[in-house]
């Protein structure tokens, strides 16, 4: 457990210096650009209804040519003058080319099945596979200087299953990030049902590998590496045939990309991610060193400290999408009371967390172990 939990903190601290930043960002931006666009095309609706009433039609109901409306004009001067037969002139306005074009009052709308480009759905999906490649070939050939790192060392007997394990979990970076990106997507638009049934399916099928492949097959480690590696690309690929069906992946130039737009952004979030990033390595070091018992204790009190804030997640997520929007249509009196009531919910759910996992700690900690040692440890680390 303890040598699993070593590399599962490697993972997820190499994985939180990207996935932080490039989630955040995508749902702002897509949602902003969104907004922007459903705007513009209200806009467009509008103006389009407004010149379908101001042209004139004639009879069979298509629009006159601007000679027929002359000839009415005419007509009328010469009504005036008493020299003008009628009955030729108002044929001329019944004999508008059957040609002219149609008066149509949908011009404006949006197919409901039409695929929407989003330059920023296209760039998060790019920047993700990329960095998930990036962070496979570190963890792999860097697998063990980090875990030396942590306070594993060439003579424990922690080594080989860290190794094992960290080796093929890396695999999956891949697929985290870029699932990652795509929940961030869809975050912009607002759906936060689809990411979670693709979670539920990745993680379903990987509580159904994880004994078949640890205990029948008898891989052990590995075989847990494997079955999450496999259960993060069944996400990414839910997510991908979702996201395809309602946006076009395929930018129409290179230059809409906004690579730059997301480094400038982004910068300011991944010094912060990476600054608790190194607290939280230094922390699980100092733990390994110490033993097997403090770092299984730690890795305990780690993951459901992570797992509780995770809860807070959904406020933030909706806050952000919001935000977004209201600077978006310039409705900043929106905005002001979206920030004001999100940190009104955070203070309160802050408050039920500490409570919640602080007793849960303290009268359920042997659901985690049966050693006394690490339920000792875990009660130490609870404040």
């Given at each position: 457990?303890?040598?699993v ?5 490697i ?101 409901k099945?039409?695929r ?41 007997r ?13 695999l ?11 929940q ?15 979670t ?41 045939c ?110 039920g ?31």
């Amino acid at each position: 457990m303890a040598a699993v939990g070593v590399s599962i903190a490697i993972f997820n601290q190499a994985s939180k210096v990207t996935i932080f930043p490039l989630v955040s960002i995508t749902t702002s931006f897509v949602a902003e650009e969104e907004t922007l666009k459903r705007m513009s095309e209200k806009l467009q609706q509008q103006e389009d209804e407004e010149d379908d009433v101001a042209k004139p039609c004639n009879k069979a109901g298509k629009e006159i040519p601007k000679a027929a409306i002359l000839d009415e004009t005419s007509m009328i001067e010469n009504l005036d003058k008493g020299s003008m037969n009628l009955a030729t002139d108002e044929a001329k306005l019944d004999e508008a080319p059957n040609d002219a074009p149609i008066v149509s009052t949908n011009k404006g709308k949006t197919k409901k099945n039409e695929r929407r480009h989003i330059p920023s759905a296209s760039t998060a999906l790019i920047l993700g596979g990329v960095l998930g490649l990036v962070q496979t070939l570190i963890l792999i050939f860097l697998a063990k200087p980090l875990l030396s790192v942590m306070g594993v060392k060439s003579g424990s007997r922690m080594l080989a299953p860290a190794l094992k394990y960290l080796i093929i979990r890396s695999l999956g970076a891949p697929a985290v990030l870029l699932s990652l990106a795509m929940q961030g997507v869809f975050r912009g638009f607002k759906d936060t049902k689809t990411p979670l049934y693709a979670t539920v399916a990745g993680d379903l099928t990987n509580i159904i590998l994880d004994p078949i492949l640890i205990f029948a097959c008898r891989l052990g480690v590995s075989g847990a590496a494997i079955s999450h590696v496999l259960s993060q690309y069944l996400i990414s690929l839910i997510l991908l045939c979702k996201l395809m069906k309602q946006i076009d992946l395929m930018p129409p130039s290179i230059n809409d990309l906004q690579f730059s737009k997301f480094l400038k952004n982004g910068f300011l979030l991944l010094a912060r991610v990476i600054a608790v990033t190194i607290c939280v390595t230094l922390a699980a070091s100092l733990a390994a060193r110490l033993g097997a018992t403090s770092m299984a204790a730690f890795q305990v009190c780690l993951q459901v400290w992570m797992t509780s804030s995770l809860l807070a997640d959904g406020l933030a997520v909706a806050g952000q999408a919001i935000l977004a929007c209201a600077f978006a249509e310039k409705d900043y009196r929106k905005a002001t009371a979206a920030a004001v009531r999100v940190l009104q919910m955070g203070f309160v759910l802050g408050l039920g967390l500490a409570l919640f996992v602080g007793l849960g700690l303290e009268f359920g900690s042997g659901t985690f172990s049966k050693d006394k040692n690490v339920i000792r440890m875990i009660a130490i680390g609870i404040p």
